[in-house]
T-cell receptor
Framework: GENVEQHPSTLSVQEGDSAVIKCTYSDSASNYFPWYKQELGKGPQLIID?????GEKKDQRIAVTLNKTAKHFSLHITETQPEDSAVYFC??????????FGAGTTVTVRA | EPEVTQTPSHQVTQMGQEVILRCVPISNHLYFYWYRQILGQKVEFLVS????????KSEIFDDQFSVERPDGSNFTLKIRSTKLEDSAMYFC????????????FGEGSWLTVV
């Protein structure tokens, strides 16, 4: 089955700096790569996703890049703000609903 | 914004007892899922449900687990005889369609088996 590795497990950044989280996946058939943000006491919330026919996608301060050849994808958050502090999960899937998640990255934005 | 709602938010149960976790998916969604996250581990897929039947299940989803859509709004996960290792956060999720749509997660039900 699919195996997703996520790094780093924790990330502390100064407010205004950028944060980058990287994930690798094992199954070359995977074609859907969402990123979820989980705040304390809440469920995962989708923040951005990318499909394998696209190399990069951007939504305001958040961007995701995908390298299918290398089987890795990354989340970039620019101009970080305190409200960006949360746990971020990457995931990969072949058929969209059976998501294989990474272990999560705890992001702390220092004011 | 529409959301997936789950009850209870936290349940403590004795080992061997039956537990039912409830979910109300987003109203126009057709695909329903359960995932779980054991403390300190990854979020894991359990089961998907469409058109009143299971469409796929993982190895974790053994005979102790069952799902049901008893009416037009609720989607339940039943654990027949709980074990200590069933302690986890259980997330319900739903999506409008397969292959093109976003999966929306509920806030989770934290199950503690003692």
């Amino acid at each position: 089955g699919e195996n997703v590795e996520q790094h780093p497990s924790t990330l502390s950044v100064q407010e205004g700096d950028s944060a980058v989280i990287k994930c690798t996946y094992s199954d070359s058939a995977s074609n859907y790569f969402p990123w979820y943000k989980q705040e304390l006491g809440k469920g995962p919330q989708l923040i951005i996703d990318i499909r394998s026919n696209v190399g990069e996608k951007k939504d305001q301060r958040i961007a995701v890049t995908l390298n299918k050849t290398a089987k890795h994808f990354s989340l970039h958050i620019t101009e970080t703000q305190p409200e960006d502090s949360a746990v971020y999960f990457c995931a990969a899937s072949f058929n969209d609903y059976k998501l294989s998640f990474g272990a999560g990255t705890t992001v702390t934005v220092r004011a | 914004e529409p959301e997936v709602t789950q009850t209870p938010s936290h349940q403590v149960t004795q080992m061997g007892q039956e537990v039912i976790l409830r979910c109300v998916p987003i109203s126009n969604h057709l695909y329903f899922y359960w995932y779980r996250q054991i403390l300190g581990q990854k979020v894991e897929f359990l089961v998907s449900f469409y058109n009143n039947e299971i469409s796929e299940k993982s190895e974790i989803f053994d005979d102790q687990f069952s799902v049901e859509r008893p009416d037009g709004s609720n989607f339940t996960l039943k654990i027949r005889s709980t074990k200590l290792e069933d302690s986890a956060m259980y997330f319900c999720a739903s999506s409008e369609e397969r292959n093109t749509n976003t999966i929306y997660f509920g806030e989770g039900s934290w199950l503690t088996v003692v």
